[in-house]
């Protein structure tokens, strides 16, 4: 059973994508590059930059002219910086990785230069939303950060929470990066607070949902001060990211009124949600009975070991101690497996799951979708044929989800 679990928690075969092929040409073009061989490495880099077309990291196409410029072919590093500065994903945290490369910097005087770097910021500067960071929340010592991103335009006054969550890892680099994809939320007048919570492997999936409800407090809390509706909240997310979104949006609504914080005296409560290709049932992992909870070695292979790592508090000791008994994390398991949290008052509800998704089953959202049904939730469930784990390949679909936010958070 440990051995069919393993096939299917989040590191099923790839061998046949674009994306595992690119990754090949890219570890090809890694040693290559470490061996000196500068132009072999270019030309593999450029065969993985084709294969994955839009969905090649920045830093391949870095490391691709980087290789041609190393490999003395200034024409073609500049070839592949052109098209970095094109793209529409582009951040200003590209623009000054670029600039500072050690490997281009041959390149700073060529006349080319400089006009290769103003058309980065270009595209850089019109990717960004006005955007400003708050603490939403202490523990630890530490604080719990959002970064509101703003229309340009005029606002609408409501709210979408954007889930900054991949495989349970959480972290601001995925918010430079997912600006992208909000686009469609700010361009329409929406507000997006892009929430990063308390990451894996320090913080498990429980501590990460206390989190976000933290958010989802804070944000209705603060309404005024950051110009939304408290009553107008939706939520969304990707992967882990869609299944703590599910998470919130299938909670009990349980309100501590007597909380010394005013802020934790709110509803956690969101009016609608949207996910992609989310995890929704830790017993049932792409067959029924693949319980995946306590399969500690799978877990560590697909580095998602700290999401489950569960530990109480010990206060006669003053230290936090991992659940061990079976039946303790079972029923921490079923908790946090938004599934068995589905009833009737639960807001709509959009899944867009690939029929090819080699992360997580598909059986995942099928399963889930059926119970929104059953208990007469509002939802919509799309079968993307020949998706795969990746949000680019959900388009266009994709962009029902701000029509969604639309009709249900009028």
């Keep these: 059973m440990k051995n069919r679990i393993l096939s299917l928690l989040f590191i099923l075969p790839t061998i046949f994508s674009f994306s595992q092929n690119a990754n090949q040409f890219y570890r090809k073009a890694d040693s290559l590059y470490t061996a000196n061989e500068f132009k072999s490495s270019a030309i593999a880099y450029n065969e993985g930059i084709k294969l994955q077309g839009a969905a090649a ?9 980087a290789s041609w410029t190393m490999a003395n072919v200034s024409d073609s590093a500049f070839y592949v ?13 590209d ?8 490997d281009l910097a041959t390149l700073q005087s060529d006349k080319r230069w400089k006009q290769l770097l103003a058309a980065v910021r270009k595209q850089a500067d019109a990717n960004t939303y006005p955007q400003e960071e708050f603490v939403y929340g202490r523990k630890d010592g530490m604080g719990l950060l959002m970064t509101q991103l703003k229309p340009k335009g005029k606002s609408n006054g409501k709210a979408i929470i954007s889930v900054q969550a991949g495989s349970w890892f959480s972290n601001f680099g995925m918010i430079e990066r ?6 469609q939320y700010l361009d329409k007048g929406y507000n997006v607070f892009m929430v990063v919570l308390g990451s894996q492997p320090r913080y498990a999936i429980p501590d990460q949902v206390e989190d976000l409800k933290r958010a989802v407090r804070y ?3 603060n309404a005024k001060k950051l110009g939304i509706d408290p009553d107008h909240i939706g939520i969304e997310g990707g992967s882990a990211g869609g299944h703590l979104s599910l998470s919130i949006a299938t909670a009990d609504e349980k309100i501590n009124t007597t909380a010394s914080d005013p802020i934790d005296r709110v509803s956690s409560r969101v009016q609608a949600a949207a996910v992609l290709f989310p ?11 693949a319980a995946m909870i306590n399969v500690r070695g799978p877990q560590i292979q697909a580095r998602v070991y700290g999401a489950f790592d569960f530990k109480v508090l010990n206060n006669t000791t003053a230290i ?18 938004p599934i068995y949290a589905v009833s009737s008052d639960d807001p709509p509800i959009f899944i867009i799951h690939g029929d090819a998704d080699m992360v997580v089953p598909l059986q995942q959202s099928q399963t889930f979708a059926a119970k929104l049904k059953e208990a007469g939730v509002t939802n919509n469930y799309v079968i993307k044929k020949g998706g795969r784990h990746n949000p680019d390949d959900m388009k266009p679909e994709l962009n029902q989800f701000v029509d969604w936010f639309d009709k249900y958070l009028k």
């Design 279 to 289: 995890p929704t049932d830790f017993f049932n992992w792409g067959f029924p009975g």
């Design 57 to 65: 990291g920045f830093n391949r196409y870095i490391s691709a002219a």
């Design 219 to 221: 944000i209705r809390y």
């Design 95 to 102: 623009y000054k990785n670029i600039e500072s490369a050690k």
């Design 178 to 183: 997912g600006v992208y994809y909000k686009r």
């Design 320 to 337: 936090y101690e991992p659940v061990t008994d079976t039946t303790a994390r079972n029923k921490i398991g079923k908790e946090i497996s």
């Design 81 to 93: 910086l052109n098209m970095l500065s094109q793209n529409e994903k582009l951040t200003q945290s």
